[in-house]
């Protein structure tokens, strides 16, 4: 059974910076995505940042294009998101959340949501 811990998150001031990091264990990864969902208050849950560990693509949402980057350590099993220029707008809850589908359908599943999920980190974005 994969399971994921996230950590990470915090309170920072618009402009600042975090990394996220997402822990997996249980499964072999070779062939699953891992990636990133972001829930603000009131909202859906939406995907941002998504990679594939077998084949290194990796997508990315158009709201957080050349702010944020993920990356992994596949020696410690771990994806991280670089959250930079952090705006008000990126408060919420970021769920990490795996399965073995390609990088971008882990990240729009349309209804077809991952089969992995961590429990969630808080992002408070506020000055």
């Known amino acids: 059974q994969l399971q994921l811990v996230e950590s990470g998150g915090g309170l920072v001031q618009p402009g600042g910076s975090l990394r996220l990091s997402c822990a997996a264990s249980?499964?072999?990864?070779?062939?699953?995505?891992i990636g990133w969902f972001h829930q603000a208050p009131g909202k859906e849950r939406e995907g941002v940042s998504c990679?594939?560990?077998?084949?290194?693509?990796?997508y990315y949402a158009e709201s957080v294009k050349g702010r944020f980057t993920i990356s992994r350590d596949n020696a410690l099993n771990t994806v991280y998101l670089q959250m930079n220029s952090l705006k008000p707008a990126d408060t919420g809850v970021y769920y990490c959340?795996?399965?073995?589908?390609?990088?971008?359908?882990?990240?729009?599943?349309?209804?077809?949501?991952?089969?992995?999920w961590g429990q969630g980190t808080q992002v408070t974005v506020s000055s």
């Open positions: 249980g499964v072999t990864l070779d062939y699953y995505a």
């Open positions: 990679i594939n560990l077998g084949t290194g693509r990796i």
């Open positions: 959340a795996a399965d073995r589908r390609a990088a971008q359908r882990l990240c729009n599943p349309n209804g077809d949501w991952a089969n992995y």
